[in-house]
T-cell receptor, first 111, second 108 residues
Framework: EAAVTQSPRNKVAVTGGKVTLSCNQT?????MYWYRQDTGHGLRLIHY???????EKGDIPDGYKASRPSQENFSLILELATPSQTSVYFC??????????FGEGTRLSVL | QQKVQQSPESLTVSEGAMASLNCTFS??????FRWYRQHSAKGLEVLVS????GEKEEGRFTAHLNRANLHVSLHIREPQPSDSAVYLC????????FGDGTQLVVKP
């Protein structure tokens, strides 16, 4: 069954610490996306990827890095986490003309 | 980059009454459009995908696309309290652009 799995589902981090959010898809989609969702801002695109080895900056990339080591996996990395990065993060996979599939989200709190 | 405007911001309807949501895009560069539903900050569920002008029905959910007016709407027939959620519209080519959502409340 097609799926997008995010881990962890919940994370508490300290300011200045490194955080890695992981995403795995079993859909064989070329494109993968990382969004954050905050009240009043909807879904905002952080980074995306067209395939293994590629990463592209989205609309709000500052403070985030991304890594796409394989077709299935796409990670979001916060090298120096800040409280302003407290949010809910969603990963998605998709292709042109195919409905995207979303993970269940990761709730990150940076204290 | 594409801007997506949704209206209304919030909508309350009675169970069984039609609910109508709207979405306007800033340009015509996208080639497909979708409506999503999100319950309580959980993952997004695709309700309807539409690629050409006209109407597309998926169960109780009907989308209408008018590319010339840069407009897509969603009509929910016989809404139920379980349909209470945030509804997002999105346009995409290789990226997905989202509106800020409409909070729908369906009262029993």
């Amino acid at each position: 069954e097609a799926a997008v799995t995010q881990s962890p589902r919940n994370k508490v981090a300290v300011t200045g610490g490194k955080v890695t959010l992981s995403c795995n898809q079993t859909n064989n989609h070329n494109n993968m996306y990382w969004y954050r969702q905050d009240t009043g801002h909807g879904l905002r695109l952080i980074h995306y990827s067209y395939g293994a080895g590629s990463t592209e900056k989205g609309d709000i990339p500052d403070g985030y890095k991304a890594s796409r080591p394989s077709q299935e996996n796409f990670s979001l990395i916060l090298e120096l986490a800040t409280p302003s990065q407290t949010s809910v993060y969603f990963c998605a996979s998709g292709d042109i003309n195919q409905a995207p599939l979303f993970g269940e989200g990761t709730r990150l709190s940076v204290l | 980059q594409q801007k997506v405007q949704q209206s209304p911001e919030s909508l309350t309807v009675s169970e069984g009454a039609m609910a109508s949501l709207n979405c306007t895009f800033s340009d015509g560069t996208s080639n497909n459009f979708r409506w999503y539903r999100q319950h309580s900050a959980k993952g997004l569920e695709v309700l309807v995908s539409i690629f050409s002008d006209g109407e597309k029905e998926e169960g109780r959910f009907t989308a209408h696309l008018n590319r010339a007016n840069l407009h897509v709407s969603l009509h929910i027939r016989e809404p139920q309290p379980s349909d209470s959620a945030v509804y997002l519209c999105g346009s995409s080519n290789n990226r997905i652009f989202f509106g800020d959502g409409t909070q729908l409340v369906v009262k029993p």
